[in-house]
């Protein structure tokens, strides 16, 4: 069980400009605001970055998952301070096609998790085995918790209406 996000530095930017790098195909120059005044020159690879966007911004100290730590370098000639992320880097998913593109409105320089509303989530990273199908459903793992807890088990209220039909009308068996 982990308790929310744990990612300092890494706060809502947003992509200000977006230009072809000089020296290589698939990467941008990419001007990110993070609040205040500063504009920050990212170097960013991701196919779907565009000006205008609200983004996840590593900035120079941060720790992503794994250990990887931002800091300020030269991409094939140009200066990149900090890192336009994707779900995938900040742990959130295992899986992403290109950078995380933030809804409307969430509030520019404030921290990632915070803007979110996920530094007061927790979650439960489980892997099941094979000897536990009892727990491949949300119910399933709901018993799980409530016994490890000593919490009462809710289940929901699930109710079928009655149809008119009588199965017998319905279906023919022949053997």
């Known amino acids: 069980v982990r308790k929310g996000l744990d990612l300092p530095g890494v706060v809502v930017g947003k992509v200000l400009s977006k230009a072809k790098h000089p020296d290589a195909d698939k990467l941008s120059l990419c001007t990110v605001t993070v609040g ?6 990212i170097v960013c690879g991701a196919p ?5 966007q609200l983004v996840p911004v590593a900035t ?9 730590k931002i800091r300020k370098a030269k991409i094939r000639g140009e200066v990149s301070e900090g890192m336009i992320c994707s779900e995938a880097e900040l742990g959130i998913s295992e899986e992403a096609d290109g950078i995380w593109i933030l809804p409307e409105g969430t509030p520019l320089g404030k921290p990632l998790a915070q803007a ?6 927790y979650m439960l990273d489980i892997s099941i085995t094979p000897n536990r199908p009892d727990a491949l459903s949300h119910i399933g793992i709901a018993r799980e918790v409530a016994a490890i807890t000593g919490n009462p088990l809710k289940l929901p209220d699930v109710a079928f209406p009655e149809g008119s039909e009588k199965t017998a009308e319905a279906v023919a068996v022949e053997i």
């Open 48 to 52: 779907n970055v565009a000006e205008g």
């Open 116 to 121: 979110l509303g996920y530094e007061t989530d």
């Open 36 to 41: 205040g005044e500063r504009e920050l020159p």
């Open 60 to 68: 120079v100290g941060a720790e992503l998952p794994g250990g990887f």
